[in-house]
């Protein structure tokens, strides 16, 4: 592969990856996400990035964080309880867990 062809096929990599990370921040806004949550900042919730860094090396974190979105939960990040999300669909989950768990 020349490095034409190489820098092409890398562009369009950042490109899709962009267009995954938006629909993914879109996802979010839609299930109402960010009424609590924020990708840098804590508002009610924590925030994204200290979601990953917290559960980074935890090999069942995606499917832990998944049901809780679905169901809700309390006490890993303090007093206030995430509410259950029953809008959201298992799939979706797993798709917002996987965008969260990618924030850096």
């Known amino acids: 592969m020349n490095s034409i062809t190489r820098s ?5 990599l ?3 990856a962009t267009q995954a990370a938006r629909a993914d921040l879109a996802l ?3 299930k109402n996400c960010m009424a609590c ?7 009610v919730g924590p925030a994204f990035k200290d979601v990953a860094a917290k559960y980074a090396k935890d090999k069942k974190a995606a499917d832990m964080l998944a049901d809780k979105i679905v169901k809700g939960g309390k006490g890993s990040w303090g ?3 995430m509410p259950p999300n029953p809008q959201v669909s298992a799939d979706e989950a797993k798709k917002l867990v ?3 768990l990618a924030t850096k």
């Open 37 to 43: 949550h924020a990708v840098d900042k804590k508002v």
């Open 98 to 100: 996987a965008w969260v």
């Open 28 to 30: 979010a806004q839609k």
């Open 79 to 81: 007093e206030v309880p």
């Open 14 to 16: 950042a490109v899709l």
């Open 8 to 12: 092409l096929l890398i562009g369009a």
